[in-house]
């Protein structure tokens, strides 16, 4: 995998991207307003979520209950396939997740990104 500077939220952070079709990750990022790394596998699962019903024309289909709230449009459960999510949380932890993955750990300064505990202060104490 290889580390990039990218954005979320209108945060700047960083991401991982897989090199080739060996790597069992399809991506990786940062989420600094989580404080936590987010790898998404290339396996899929499935999964239910319930979506908004939709007519013919796209557009939501009616109101869900009694009197038809307008605020609540017609759901329905489905199923989908979605690649297994894993969160890391523990700076020493995506430290070295980062360290085992990219090749370009030791080049880039992605540890910018990670803040404390506390939110205000950045980590920059590299692991050699």
Known sequence: MMLYTTATNG???FGLIPLNGDCPFNEAIYMP???ALAVLGNKNR???TMLERLDENGNPSGQSGKGGDPAKPKMHRVQISSPWEYFIHEREEIKDFVKRMAVNADSFDYQQFIKTESGIEI???IVQ
């Open 11 to 13: 945060a700047k952070t």
């Open 33 to 35: 307003n989580l404080e």
């Open 46 to 48: 499935d999964t239910f």
């Open 123 to 125: 980590v920059r104490d």
